[in-house]
């Protein structure tokens, strides 16, 4: 009874902190129960967590698009320029549609890929077909040049050409064609030394000579193998730059002019280049068929003075004939 009163926390007017009953938080409390109430959805078998599914970035589209997609789209517009990005283009793209983003572009690019190759290997093999052809082209009008080169040659030591063979002193053989008196002319002259001209040239002597392909002799067109026929043959007879018998021609008898008279022709039909068969030509006669027959457009033809010209088919009969005399006095007309 004589103890002081203790110091009570109601004596102080208050409560003690940790005597303090707690406040729930109402509206934690609100939560948690309703979420124990709240109706749980059943997951079945093999379906996937909501927390496992890949979360969807801000701003993405539903298909995205994947590096493997673009590089094959982008490969795919350049195989129209070169065939070399349509394989890379082919394989990105299939690698890019096994991918769950970017079909699209994949698919696109794919396609692209594919057309430019068709395309591009269009286009590079009509170009490499111009060019092959202009080579070819070139070696047909350069056999030509090296033909009438040689026909100059001989005739300043002869005084003159003939459509048959002679030999360095003027002899004319008709038993050969004037392309076997070319021999030495053509750095052939170990094979002309071989030959007899005074036997025909597919005698037993000559027949070998004969066989032999020449180069300088040989249409281009037909491949690069030399052969022993020729297509290069000179028109005869009827006022052309050739007589049609053994009379010898000088530049003197081509009052017309060297650069206005054909010399020599590409034409259609090859014969042994030793055998003296020439185009017989006459004012009443057709005109043989001129040029390499898997050409269309015109042949080369080597004039008397030396040049070579591509003549179209677009030149007309009555110019061609002009061109074809050496003393008609005709003029060539405009579409020469």
Known sequence: ENEPPRN?????????????????????????????????RRRYEGEDDED???????????????????????????????????????ICSALALGKPTGRGLAAAGLALSVLGAFVSVGVLYYATSKVRGAATRIVDQNNLKQIGLATHNQADRTDGFSQYAQDQRGNIYTGSSFRVGLL?????????????????????ANRPISNTPIKTYTSPYDGPEPSQKTPYRVFVGGGALFNDDDKRVTFG???DGTSNTIMAVHAAEQVPWAEPRELKYGADSALPKLGHPSLTGGSSVLMADGSVRFVTDKVSEKTMRAAITRSGGERLGSDW
């Open 8 to 40: 009570r926390p109601w004596d102080r007017g208050g409560r003690d902190d940790d005597d303090r009953p707690r406040r729930r938080d109402r509206d934690r409390d609100d939560r948690d129960d309703d979420s124990e109430d709240r109706p749980r």
């Open 253 to 255: 008898d081509i009052t």
């Open 184 to 204: 030495p002319y053509i750095e052939q002259d170990s094979l002309f030394r071989r030959y007899d001209l005074t036997q025909p040239w597919d005698g037993p």
């Open 52 to 90: 496992d599914r890949p979360r969807r970035r801000r701003g993405a589209t539903v298909e995205e698009s994947n590096g493997m997609a673009i590089a094959g789209l982008i490969l795919g517009g350049l195989s129209f320029c070169t065939c070399l990005t349509a394989i890379p283009g082919v």
